[in-house]
C-alpha cells in the first residue's frame, strides 16, 4: 500500500506562482513513476506532470509545459510540482498519484493505483 498526501494549494493571481508538495509513504517502491492530475468542476481529470522514479525523466502536458516543474527529492520520498505563471485556467483541485503500469501514457489517470486527497489551487485574473 502507498499513502499520498498533498500540501500547498491555495489562491493565487493570474501569473503569480504555487509549488505544491505530495508525500509518499508505505511501498512506494513498487512504483514506477508518480504524476499531478487536476480536475475543474464539471470536468474530467486532466494528468498535468509526471516523473520516473528511476532515472528521473519528465513528461508535461502540452497545456503547462515551460510554466510547470514536476521534481523528485528521494531523501524525503517527495514529489513537488512548481508552478509559475500560473493561468486562471490552472485552477482545480490538484491530486498526486503514483502507479507502475502504464496505460498509454503517463498523463492517463488510468495508469495510476493510487491517489491523494487533492489540494485546491484557485487562479483569479
Known amino acids: 500500500q502507498v499513502q499520498l498526501v498533498e500540501s500547498g494549494g491555495g489562491s493565487v493571481q493570474a501569473g503569480e506562482s504555487l509549488i505544491l508538495s505530495c508525500v509518499a509513504s508505505g511501498n512506494i517502491a513498487s512504483n514506477h513513476y508518480m504524476g499531478w492530475f487536476r480536475q475543474a468542476p464539471g470536468k474530467e481529470r486532466e494528468g498535468v506532470a509526471a516523473?520516473?522514479?528511476?532515472?528521473?525523466?519528465?513528461f508535461y502536458s502540452e497545456s503547462v509545459r515551460g510554466r510547470f516543474t514536476i521534481s523528485l527529492d528521494d531523501a524525503k520520498n517527495t514529489v513537488v510540482l512548481n508552478m509559475s505563471s500560473v493561468k486562471p485556467e490552472d485552477t482545480g483541485l490538484y491530486y498526486c498519484?503514483?502507479?507502475?503500469?502504464?496505460?498509454?501514457?503517463?498523463?492517463?489517470?488510468?495508469?495510476?493505483?493510487?491517489w491523494g486527497q487533492g489540494t485546491q489551487v484557485t487562479v483569479s485574473s
Open positions: 516523473v520516473n522514479l528511476i532515472g528521473g525523466g519528465t
Open positions: 498519484g503514483a502507479g507502475r503500469t502504464i496505460v498509454v501514457t503517463r498523463l492517463s489517470s488510468r495508469s495510476y493505483k493510487y
